[in-house]
Every structure is written in C-alpha cells, then in structure tokens.
Nanobody, 114 residues
C-alpha cells in the first residue's frame, strides 16, 4: 500500500490550499480514506475522513472550512482547505486502513502565516 500526498506549502491566513493523495496497492473505491495532521508538540489528529459511500466526517475545528473528496477512477483523495488559520499549521498525512493495519503516506507540510 502506497500513499503519496502533495500540495502543502506556505499560505497566508484566510487563504486556501488543496492537498492531494495518490493511493496504490488497494482496491481504492472500497476503502475509507482519511487526512490526519500533526502540529509540533501535539499528537496526530484526525482532520477528515470519507467512506467508500462518500459519507464524510470532520473534526469540529475544520467544519465549514475543509472539504474532503475522492476520485475513485484516479485513486485520489483530496482535502480542500479554505479560510486557513495559523492553528491549521501542521504536517498533513493521508491514511487508510487495510487488513487491520493503518497505512500512512509521507506527510506534507502546511504552514499558515498570520
């Protein structure tokens, strides 16, 4: 299982950024996909997840600002982040669970300047 995240970088507060994650090695359309993030000194936290049905779930701090989506034809999952805040600064990870094991992609740094 491989997950390759991209799209991070530096953005000003109030701006937008879109993260992408390419997945291989699994029957993508059947798997729940998720984005996590980890800020310095803090534990990794779930940001958003999307089920194979398309149902979504968000952590409270990003509701109304972030949107997770998937493209099953391209084995891609996305995280559209709007109205970014400095507290959104973190390394963002794409993740899925396969046969009882959680897999992580290499993180992508998102830095929001005030």
């Amino acid at each position: 299982v491989q997950l390759q995240a991209s799209g991070g970088g530096l953005v000003q507060a109030g701006g937008s950024q879109r993260l992408s994650c390419k997945t291989s090695g699994i029957a993508f359309k059947f798997h729940r996909m998720a984005w996590y993030r980890q800020a310095p000194g803090l534990q990794r936290e779930l940001v958003a997840e999307i089920a194979s049905s398309g149902a979504t779930n968000y952590t409270d701090s990003v509701k109304g600002r972030f949107t997770i989506s998937r493209d099953n034809a391209r084995n891609m999952v996305y995280l559209q982040m709007n109205s970014l805040k400095p507290e959104d600064t973190a390394v963002y990870y794409c993740s899925t669970n396969y046969k009882g094991e959680r897999y992580w992609g290499r993180g992508t740094q998102v830095t929001v300047s005030s």
